[in-house]
């Protein structure tokens, strides 16, 4: 009987092939199969083995996507033939990615892994923008939050009063079409609609655009932007000045 294979939940980061840790590329290039996100495809694919079989799973607001039950069995299926899997994951595997259903899969199937962690699309936005994500006496937490549920509306259990925290920095993923009525909420909660926010799309990626504002600035080119399928992230809070303009 064939031995089982080994899948390694490998972060490919926001999207630049350089912003990869050696030890995910080296999974990369050893790899015989590769299930991949539709954010971790393009030049980081080129990466892998000629000979590695890759297989798309990746899931989209809007679009077709793989179901979950289906990616897990894939990664199963593949691993027992004996075959070294690399589950390519965008960003930080452990990032709002379903990292836990895909391990209990194998657990549940005995097959071993690893995660090899990446860098965080708030930790790259953060470093494209020139600005910490946290400050000192001034922004001593940092927290992540998703924009929407499984329907992609927005989540109705979030903690709003933690979210409108003056003395955060807050990381709102997949926020574009939630972000009206969730600033609303902030607002509601008394946070101001002039603290300082960023959009960022498609950060460390050719089509990066980074636009700074304040919350009601942001809200409203939201909706201007409301059909982009650009990756966005939404930082808002304690943010540092914007690099350019301290020396002016």
Avoid at 24 to 42: E, F, M, N
């Amino acid at each position: 009987m064939r031995d089982a294979g080994f899948v390694s939940f490998v972060s490919s980061g926001p999207g630049d092939p350089e912003l990869l840790t050696v030890r995910a590329v080296t999974r990369l290039q050893a790899a015989g199969v590769v299930l991949y996100d539709d954010l971790s495809s393009g030049p980081i694919l080129d990466l892998a083995s000629g000979d590695a079989e890759l297989i798309p799973v990746g899931k989209r607001a809007g679009r077709a996507s793989a179901r979950q039950d289906d990616i897990n069995r894939l990664l199963v299926d593949h691993a027992k033939t004996g075959a070294r899997v690399v589950r390519l994951k965008s960003g930080d595997a452990g990032m709002f990615g379903r990292l836990e259903e895909e391990i209990a899969a194998l657990d549940a199937a005995g097959i071993g892994y690893e995660v090899i962690p990446g860098v965080t699309a708030p930790a790259a936005a953060a470093a494209a923008a020139g600005i910490p994500l946290t400050r000192r006496l001034t922004a001593r937490r940092v927290q992540f939050v998703t924009g929407h549920d499984v329907t992609g509306a927005l989540p109705g259990d979030l903690n709003w009063a933690a979210l409108a925290d003056p003395q955060a920095v807050t990381a709102v993923y997949m926020a574009r079409a939630t972000f009206p009525d969730f600033a609303a909420r902030l607002i509601a909660q008394g946070l101001p609609a002039e603290t300082p926010a960023i959009l960022a799309a498609g950060v460390s990626t050719p089509a990066e655009a980074l636009h700074r504002g304040t919350i009601r600035e942001i809200v409203e080119l939201c909706r201007v932007q409301a059909r982009s399928t650009a990756p966005t992230l939404i930082l808002y809070g304690a943010l540092a000045p914007d690099p350019s303009r301290r020396s002016r």
